[in-house]
């Protein structure tokens, strides 16, 4: 399970986009997908430590790279969230939170887009979460 909340944060992919994820779908370091909610193939971008994480795991006879089913991620992620006492957190979060690190990175809009597969600014706006905090930070 950790493997894939690491690919989720370090890549903003959906949790059917991970839990469909196959090897030949991973060259180098970009997964493509071909299938995505919206309709259009994605090339997502794989950060060191998404890589890694990956590597990590062993390769399946059957090319798929997680042994888990889509409603199997929601229910182990709902578990570990109530044992760490977590509340009121969905797998889905976690595109979230990637999406709101890409723009801390510094990733321009076309860039996250770009990452993310949203095709408007103002679906994107609802995925970005940054704190005024940070930005008076930035302002010195």
């Given amino acids: 399970m950790t493997i894939s909340v690491t690919v989720a944060l370090e890549t903003g992919m959906r949790r059917s986009e991970i839990s469909s994820l196959r090897w030949e779908m991973i060259a180098g370091s970009v997964i493509t997908l071909k299938e995505t909610k919206n309709g259009s193939p994605r090339h997502v971008p794989l950060s060191s430590i998404a890589k890694q994480a990956l590597l990590t795991l062993p390769r399946r006879p059957d090319g798929k790279v997680f042994r888990v089913h889509l409603h199997d991620i929601t ?66």
Avoid: N, P, W
């Fill in 75 to 140: 229910h182990h992620f709902t578990a570990a969230c109530k044992a760490a006492g977590i509340q009121c957190m969905r797998f889905h979060d976690l595109r979230h939170e990637a999406t709101s690190r890409f723009f801390e990175k510094g990733f321009s809009i076309m860039e996250v887009a770009s990452i993310t597969g949203h095709k408007s600014l103002s679906m994107l706006k609802r995925y970005t979460h940054i704190a005024a905090s940070d930005l008076a930070k930035r302002l010195g």
